[in-house]
C-alpha cells in the first residue's frame, strides 16, 4: 500500500480557510506595562455567593468536610477508589519505557501486580498517597502538585515526588486568554526562596486536577458546592437542637402573681432569661406566678436535619448509605443504588487517571525519551464491583436459575469481561447437586452438608477495568 501525501489546501470550495489561528478568547486580557499581556490572573466571577468565591471557598470547604455526613459522603467515595488495584498497562510502548515508569511511579505492570514481589516504598514515589491527596480536589474544586525528580546515573529524569500544593497556600493562578494554565503562584515561602518572594511554580512542572473544570477556570468546582445549602440549614439546625435541648425544648417565660409590681417582674424575666437545663438547676418563683415553656407547634429540628442529610446524599449520588436509615426502601432498590454509584466511583477514578496519564506519564516520557513517542504507558485500575454474584451463584448451583446464553451475556456486561465470540458454545446447564447424606424428604437436616437457605462460599471477586477516557 502506498500513501499519498496532499497539501492542505488554501481554501475550501465556498472561499473558507481552514482554521489554524484561534480568534476568540475564554478569558479578559491583562493590561500590563507593555500593553495587552496573553496571560492575566485567575478571578472567580462565576461564584455568586460571598462567601463561596475563590479563594475565601477555601476555608468554606474546609468546614464543610467535617460534618459527619460530609465526611462520610467523601469517604465512601474515595475508600473505595483508593482500594482499586492500580497498574501500568503497556500499551505497546517499548518495553524499557514501561519497566523504567513501573520503577518509579512504584506500580506493578499489568498482569504482573500477583507474580513480582512489592519492592520498596521508603523514598520512593508513593502512588497511593498521590492519590489519597489527589481526592481532595473534589472538596475544594482543585488540587496542584509539582513536579520533583533528579536525574539518575542512568542520566535520566526520575520521578522523586509529586509534592503537594496545598490549596490555602496558593494566591495566584496565571491563565492565558486562551484558557491555559500559566504558572502557579503560592502566598508562602520556603525560606530559601531569592530575595524571600513567594515561589512562582511554572506549568511545565506541575500537575493540576480541577474537578468540573468549565469557563477556563483553574480552581473548578467543588463536589461539594451543591450541598452548601443544605449543610448551611443543617449547620444552624444543629446549633437549634442544642439550644433546645438546653432550653428545655422551648422559650420559657413566667406568669406574674396577680399584683406584680414591675420590678418583680423584672426579675421574673430574668430568671426566665437564664433558665437551663443542668444537675443543679432550679429556682423559685413567687406564689401564683406560673413558669411556662412556650414550644413551637409542627416542627421537627431532628427530622429537618434528616432531611437536609439525604438531600446531601442525594447529590453525591450515595443514597444507598439513606436505605438503611429512612423508614422505606428495600434491598433490591439499595443494589441499584449500589451499582449507579460504582459508575460514578469510576468517573472520579477516569477524571484522575486521564490527568495523572497527561501530566505525569507523558510528562515522564517527553522528558526521557523525547516528545516523539507516540505510544507511551498508561496508567489502569481493576474496580470491585458488588454484583450480588453469590447469591447468583448459590441459585445457580440450587437449580432455582437455568445457566443459560442470555444470563452469561448479562453477567460479561455487568463484570466488564469482553463479549461472547461468535461461534462459541454456549453455556451447560448444571446437574442439580446431590441430596447430602441423611436429607430426607421430611424436611429433617443433615448433620453434614449445607441446609437449605444456607449460603455457599462465596466465589471469586469480579473486577471491572478502566484505564480513563484518552480522547
Same mark, same amino acid.
Given at each position: 500500500?502506498?500513501?499519498?501525501?496532499?497539501?492542505?489546501?488554501?481554501?475550501?470550495?465556498?472561499?473558507?480557510?481552514?482554521?489554524?489561528?484561534?480568534?476568540?478568547?475564554?478569558?479578559?486580557? /491583562?493590561?500590563?506595562?507593555?500593553?495587552?499581556?496573553?496571560?492575566?490572573?485567575?478571578?472567580?466571577?462565576?461564584?455568586?455567593?460571598?462567601?463561596?468565591?475563590?479563594?475565601?471557598?477555601?476555608?468554606?470547604?474546609? *468546614?464543610?468536610?467535617?460534618?459527619?455526613?460530609?465526611?462520610?459522603? &467523601?469517604?465512601?467515595?474515595?475508600?473505595?477508589?483508593?482500594?482499586?488495584?492500580?497498574?501500568?498497562?503497556?500499551?505497546?510502548?517499548?518495553?524499557?519505557?514501561?519497566?523504567?515508569?513501573?520503577?518509579?511511579?512504584?506500580?506493578?505492570? *499489568?498482569?504482573?501486580?500477583?507474580?513480582?514481589?512489592?519492592?520498596?516504598?521508603?523514598?520512593?514515589?508513593?502512588?497511593?498517597?498521590?492519590?489519597?491527596?489527589?481526592?481532595?480536589?473534589?472538596?475544594?474544586?482543585?488540587?496542584?502538585?509539582?513536579?520533583?525528580? &533528579?536525574?539518575?546515573?542512568? #542520566?535520566?529524569?526520575?520521578?522523586?515526588?509529586?509534592?503537594?500544593?496545598?490549596?490555602?497556600?496558593?494566591?495566584?493562578? #496565571?491563565?492565558?486568554?486562551?484558557?491555559?494554565?500559566?504558572?502557579?503562584?503560592?502566598?508562602?515561602?520556603?525560606?530559601?526562596?531569592?530575595?524571600?518572594?513567594?515561589?512562582?511554580?511554572?506549568?511545565?512542572?506541575?500537575?493540576?486536577?480541577?474537578?468540573? *473544570?468549565?469557563?477556563?477556570?483553574?480552581?473548578?468546582?467543588?463536589?461539594?458546592?451543591?450541598?452548601?445549602?443544605?449543610?448551611?440549614?443543617?449547620?444552624?439546625?444543629?446549633?437549634?437542637?442544642?439550644?433546645?435541648?438546653?432550653?428545655?425544648?422551648?422559650?420559657?417565660?413566667?406568669?406574674?402573681?396577680?399584683?406584680?409590681?414591675?420590678?418583680?417582674?423584672?426579675?421574673?424575666?430574668?430568671?426566665?432569661?437564664? &433558665?437551663?437545663?443542668?444537675? *443543679?438547676?432550679?429556682?423559685?418563683?413567687?406564689?401564683?406566678?406560673?413558669?411556662?415553656?412556650?414550644?413551637?407547634?409542627?416542627?421537627?429540628?431532628?427530622?429537618?436535619?434528616?432531611?437536609?442529610?439525604?438531600?446531601?446524599?442525594?447529590?453525591?449520588?450515595?443514597?444507598?448509605?439513606?436505605?438503611?436509615? /429512612?423508614?422505606?426502601?428495600?434491598?433490591?432498590?439499595?443494589?441499584?443504588?449500589?451499582?449507579? &454509584?460504582?459508575?460514578?466511583?469510576?468517573?472520579?477514578?477516569?477524571?484522575?487517571?486521564?490527568?495523572?496519564?497527561?501530566?505525569?506519564?507523558?510528562?515522564?516520557?517527553?522528558?526521557?525519551?523525547?516528545?516523539?513517542?507516540?505510544?507511551?504507558?498508561?496508567?489502569?485500575?481493576?474496580?470491585?464491583?458488588?454484583?450480588?454474584?453469590?447469591?447468583?451463584?448459590?441459585?445457580?448451583?440450587?437449580?432455582?436459575?437455568?445457566?443459560?446464553?442470555?444470563?452469561?451475556?448479562?453477567?460479561?456486561?455487568?463484570?466488564?469481561?469482553?463479549?461472547?465470540?461468535?461461534?462459541?458454545?454456549?453455556?451447560?446447564?448444571?446437574?442439580?447437586?446431590? +441430596?447430602?447424606?441423611?436429607?430426607?424428604? +421430611?424436611?429433617?437436616? +443433615?448433620?453434614?452438608?449445607?441446609?437449605?437457605?444456607?449460603?455457599?462460599?462465596?466465589?471469586?471477586? /469480579?473486577?471491572?477495568?478502566?484505564?480513563?477516557?484518552?480522547?
Amino acid at each position: 500500500m502506498s500513501t499519498v501525501h496532499t497539501e492542505v489546501p488554501a481554501a475550501t470550495s465556498n472561499g473558507s480557510k481552514p482554521p489554524v489561528d484561534e480568534i476568540g478568547v475564554v478569558l479578559q486580557g /491583562t493590561l500590563g506595562p507593555q500593553g495587552m499581556m496573553s496571560w492575566g490572573i485567575m478571578m472567580d466571577d462565576q461564584e455568586y455567593v460571598p462567601e463561596l468565591k475563590w479563594p475565601q471557598s477555601i476555608k468554606v470547604f474546609d *468546614q464543610m468536610r467535617t460534618d459527619a455526613q460530609m465526611s462520610a459522603l &467523601f469517604k465512601g467515595t474515595t475508600l473505595p477508589i483508593r482500594r482499586f488495584d492500580w497498574y501500568i498497562i503497556p500499551n505497546g510502548a517499548p518495553d524499557a519505557m514501561v519497566q523504567a515508569c513501573s520503577q518509579d511511579l512504584n506500580l506493578p505492570i *499489568q498482569g504482573e501486580k500477583k507474580v513480582k514481589p512489592r519492592r520498596r516504598s521508603k523514598g520512593r514515589f508513593d502512588f497511593k498517597n498521590h492519590l489519597r491527596l489527589a481526592m481532595r480536589g473534589l472538596i475544594f474544586g482543585h488540587a496542584y502538585f509539582e513536579q520533583v525528580g &533528579f536525574i539518575g546515573d542512568d #542520566g535520566k529524569w526520575h520521578l522523586k515526588k509529586l509534592a503537594e500544593r496545598p490549596q490555602k497556600y496558593i494566591a495566584n493562578i #496565571g491563565v492565558s486568554d486562551d484558557g491555559g494554565l500559566v504558572y502557579v503562584q503560592q502566598n508562602i515561602n520556603s525560606g530559601n526562596a531569592y530575595m524571600m518572594m513567594n515561589p512562582v511554580i511554572p506549568v511545565d512542572n506541575l500537575v493540576a486536577y480541577i474537578w468540573e *473544570q468549565e469557563d477556563g477556570s483553574w480552581i473548578g468546582r467543588s463536589a461539594m458546592r451543591d450541598c452548601y445549602k443544605n449543610w448551611l440549614c443543617k449547620d444552624k439546625l444543629v446549633r437549634i437542637d442544642v439550644i433546645n435541648h438546653g432550653r428545655a425544648g422551648g422559650v420559657p417565660y413566667v406568669v406574674g402573681q396577680p399584683g406584680a409590681t414591675p420590678a418583680e417582674l423584672d426579675e421574673l424575666h430574668m430568671m426566665a432569661r437564664d &433558665f437551663k437545663i443542668g444537675e *443543679q438547676a432550679g429556682g423559685a418563683i413567687p406564689y401564683g406566678a406560673q413558669m411556662q415553656i412556650a414550644r413551637a407547634g409542627n416542627t421537627n429540628v431532628v427530622e429537618s436535619m434528616r432531611y437536609h442529610d439525604e438531600a446531601m446524599a442525594r447529590q453525591w449520588l450515595l443514597m444507598m448509605l439513606q436505605l438503611g436509615m /429512612t423508614t422505606s426502601g428495600s434491598r433490591a432498590l439499595g443494589r441499584t443504588f449500589h451499582e449507579f &454509584f460504582a459508575q460514578g466511583q469510576a468517573a472520579v477514578a477516569d477524571w484522575f487517571t486521564d490527568v495523572f496519564n497527561m501530566h505525569v506519564i507523558e510528562d515522564y516520557v517527553d522528558w526521557n525519551w523525547g516528545a516523539g513517542e507516540e505510544l507511551v504507558p498508561l496508567l489502569g485500575y481493576d474496580q470491585d464491583i458488588d454484583l450480588a454474584l453469590t447469591e447468583i451463584t448459590g441459585l445457580i448451583n440450587a437449580g432455582a436459575i437455568v445457566l443459560d446464553r442470555d444470563l452469561e451475556v448479562a453477567l460479561r456486561k455487568e463484570t466488564g469481561l469482553p463479549p461472547k465470540m461468535d461461534g462459541a458454545p454456549d453455556p451447560v446447564p448444571l446437574k442439580p447437586p446431590p +441430596s447430602p447424606s441423611g436429607f430426607g424428604t +421430611s424436611g429433617a437436616g +443433615s448433620a453434614s452438608g449445607n441446609e437449605p437457605g444456607q449460603h455457599q462460599p462465596k466465589p471469586a471477586g /469480579t473486577t471491572k477495568q478502566g484505564t480513563g477516557s484518552q480522547g
